[in-house]
């Protein structure tokens, strides 16, 4: 199984700051990850397919890279409405499998 | 645009069985993999099951596996997530998901809004 860790479990930031969250594979997984939000109370929505491909409708401050075994996620200006969880997902194996969440929250 | 609605959660006890059902609209349900993924209060996502278009694929996470069942009815646009021998570990919402395409490019572009199974006694 492919063990998606992501880091930090938390993080602090000021609206209009920029945010990198980090997915780490515990084995080469070529671009086959996904990202996704997640807002409390709410089912997660796809923000980035192909490590790098922005999912329809996904604003432009939200960028995606990295291949192999690292990858990031950059929200380059937050806004009140990026507050939320993030999730990485690897699709080059089976069994899919998830990180373990990026909570983004307003410092 | 895609809708799906999942039925069938609820309380259930330890050992018994439940049958999740997902509702799709807004495409065409044939040419589309889907997916159950679920997630523990306060936890992460887990993938659980998906099968192909044809259903001709299926995959299953080994929590569930030898215990499970997942299926689909094409005419119905229906999905369906047999769970048997429950435990307090299946505790979760369970989302129907849909994947991009009938099979291999296994990332979610359509979730729904999740039933809640919560197994105690």
């Known amino acids: 199984e492919i063990v998606m860790t992501q880091s930090p479990a938390t993080l602090s930031v000021s609206p209009g700051e920029r945010a990198t969250l980090s997915c780490r594979a515990s084995q080469s997984i070529s671009s086959t990850l996904a990202w996704y939000q997640q807002k409390p109370g709410q089912a997660p929505r796809l923000l980035i397919y192909?490590?790098?491909t922005r999912a329809t409708g996904i604003p432009a401050r939200f960028s995606g890279s990295g291949s192999g075994t690292y990858f990031t996620l950059t929200i380059s200006s937050l806004q009140s409405e990026d507050f939320a969880t993030y999730h990485c997902q690897q699709y080059n194996d089976w069994p899919l499998t998830f990180g373990g969440g990026t909570k983004v929250e307003i410092k | 645009e895609v809708q799906l609605l999942e039925s069938g959660g609820g309380l259930v006890q330890p050992g018994r069985s439940l049958r999740l059902s997902c509702a799709a609209s807004?495409?065409?349900?044939?040419?589309?993999?889907m997916t159950w993924v679920r997630q523990a209060p306060g936890k992460g996502l887990e993938w659980v099951s998906s099968i192909s278009g044809t259903g001709g694929y299926i995959y299953y996470a080994d929590s569930v596996k030898g215990r499970s069942t997942i299926s689909r009815d094409n005419s119905k646009n229906t999905l369906s997530l047999q769970i048997n021998s429950l435990r307090a570990e299946d505790t979760a919402v369970y989302y129907c998901?849909?994947?991009?395409?009938?099979?291999?490019?296994?990332?979610?572009?359509?979730w729904g809004q999740g039933t809640l199974v919560t197994v105690s006694s």
């Open positions: 192909g490590a790098s």
């Open positions: 807004g495409f065409s349900f044939t040419g589309y993999a």
């Open positions: 998901v849909k994947e991009w395409s009938t099979w291999g490019d296994n990332w979610f572009d359509a």
